[in-house]
C-alpha cells in the first residue's frame, strides 16, 4: 500500500528491523531510508538536517551484515563528494553506518575510517568524539592500530580518559593495561606520566589496584612524583565515592544513612568527572535513585519526629550549618534536620571518613 507507506516515519522501520530482523519488507525499507540520508548529508547546506529519535545502533548491525556492499558504496559516494560531508553533530546516519561497518565488515570499515581520520583531525569537529571512539568498539584485530592511533594521538586529560571509557567499555581494557604497563618500563619520563594519568581515570577494580600496586613501586621526584601522587589520589578519590554511594544505598537505618548522604551526595558528580566507564552510567542512573531515597528519609524524619512530639525541627535547602533555616510549616522543601540526629549522624559521619582512610593509607 503505496499511500499507508508514505505515511509511516521512516525511522520506525529501522525499529521494526531492531524487534524483527527477518522482517525483510522492514530491512528493505530501512535500507531505503539509511541510504538517502546518507546520499543527502552535506556541510554546510544540509547541517543539522538528518536526525533521528532512533537510536539505530542495533539495526544498523542487521543492515552492516545483510545488505553491507550497498551501505559501503553509499558511504564511498559521500567521501567522493568530499570527506568534510562525513561529520554532524549526530552521528546518524553515516558514524553509525560506519560503526556498523567496522563491527560487521572490518576491512571496509577499517578502510573508510582511515580515509577519515586525517581529515578528522584538521577539522573543527574533533571535540565530537564519536567518530575517534569507533575502533574500540570492535574487537576485531584490524581496529586494533587504530586504537593505536588515537591513543598516541591523545595529548589531554579529557582524551586520555575518553580513551580510558571506550577501552574499557569495548572489551579493549588489557591492551590499554598492557600499554601502561610497558610505559611504566619506559626510560621516558613522558611515558610513565602517560600511564600514571590514564590510571586516574579507570574503573576501581582488580585490574586497576594491580597497576597502581605496580605503579607505587616506581620511585619518582619532582613534576613526575607530583604527577604520580595527584592521580593516585584522584583513583582514591573515585574509589571512595563507590564505597559512600554503596554505602548510602543499601543501608536501610535512616540515622545510620544520614552519615553517609554528604558524601553520597558526590559520588555521581565525581564519578563523572573522572569519566569512568561503567561506574559512570551506574552514577548518572542513580541519581534519581539518590535523590528519590533522600526524599523518603525527609519525609520519615518529619512523621517520626511528628510522633515523638519534638518541637525544635527545621527545613532548609542544605545540609550546612549556616544555611538559612526556615519553620517547617512553611512548606518550604528541603532536609529535616533534629539537633540530637544531626549531631550523632556528623559524629557517626566523621568516624566513618576517619576508618575509610586509614584503611586506603596502610594498602599504601
Known amino acids: 500500500m503505496p ?13 521494526r528491523v531492531q524487534d524483527e530482523p527477518d522482517d525483510e519488507d522492514a530491512l528493505d525499507h530501512f535500507e531505503a531510508f539509511v541510504l538517502d540520508a546518507i546520499g543527502k548529508q552535506s556541510f554546510p547546506d544540509g547541517f543539522g538536517k538528518q536526525v533521528s529519535w532512533l537510536n539505530a545502533n542495533e539495526a544498523m548491525l542487521v543492515l552492516a551484515e545483510r545488505r553491507g556492499p550497498a ?8 567521501l567522493a563528494r568530499g570527506a568534510e560531508h562525513a561529520f554532524a553533530f ?5 558514524m553509525t553506518a560506519l560503526r556498523a561497518l567496522m563491527m560487521k565488515q572490518p576491512e571496509e570499515g577499517a578502510r573508510i575510517w582511515s580515509t577519515l581520520y586525517p581529515h578528522y583531525k584538521e577539522s573543527s569537529w574533533t571535540k565530537m568524539d564519536s567518530f575517534e571512539s569507533l575502533p574500540f568498539y570492535s574487537d576485531r584485530s584490524e581496529m586494533t592500530r587504530h586504537c ?23 572489551g579493549r581494557l588489557g591492551w590499554l593495561l598492557d600499554r601502561m604497563f ?22 576501581p577494580g582488580p585490574d586497576a ?13 619532582g613534576w613526575l612524583q607530583e604527577t604520580q601522587d595527584k592521580a593516585e589520589e584522584s583513583y582514591r578519590r573515585r574509589t571512595a565515592a563507590g564505597h559512600w554511594r554503596d554505602r548510602f544505598m543499601s543501608g536501610n537505618d535512616p540515622d545510620k544513612a544520614f552519615a553517609s548522604s554528604p558524601s553520597s551526595l558526590h559520588a555521581p558528580m565525581i564519578e563523572r568527572s573522572h569519566c569512568s566507564s561503567e561506574l559512570s552510567q551506574r552514577a548518572g542512573s542513580m541519581d534519581f535513585r539518590l535523590k528519590s531515597r533522600r526524599s523518603g528519609m525527609r519525609r520519615a524524619a518529619i512523621e517520626t519526629a511528628s510522633r515523638r512530639k519534638r518541637p525544635r525541627i527545621w527545613i532548609s535547602g542544605s545540609i ?3 544555611s538559612a533555616r526556615r519553620p517547617m510549616h512553611l512548606g518550604v522543601p528541603g532536609r529535616v534536620h533534629c539537633r540530637t540526629e544531626k549531631k550523632q549522624a556528623s559524629a557517626a559521619a566523621i568516624r566513618e571518613s576517619i576508618s575509610f582512610r586509614e584503611s586506603f593509607t596502610k594498602k599504601r
Not at 551501505?71 to 559521500?78: K, R
Not at 549526530?90 to 553515516?94: C, Q
Not at 610497558?182 to 574503573?203: K, N, T, V, Y
Open 3 to 15: 499511500d499507508l507507506d508514505t505515511r509511516i516515519d521512516p525511522v520506525a522501520w529501522g525499529a
Open 71 to 78: 551501505l559501503v558504496a553509499a558511504i564511498d559516494a559521500l
Open 90 to 94: 549526530d552521528n546518524f546516519p553515516v
Open 320 to 322: 550546612s550549618p549556616t
Open 182 to 203: 610497558a610505559w611504566l618500563e619506559s626510560p621516558l619520563a613522558g611515558d610513565i606520566a602517560r600511564a600514571f594519568d590514564l590510571g586516574r581515570f579507570l574503573d
Open 209 to 221: 589496584d594491580g597497576f597502581w600496586q605496580r605503579a607505587r613501586a616506581i620511585q619518582t621526584s
Open 148 to 170: 593505536e592511533q588515537v591513543l598516541e594521538d591523545a595529548n589531554t586529560d579529557h582524551a586520555l580518559a575518553s580513551v580510558a571509557r571506550w577501552a574499557t567499555e569495548g
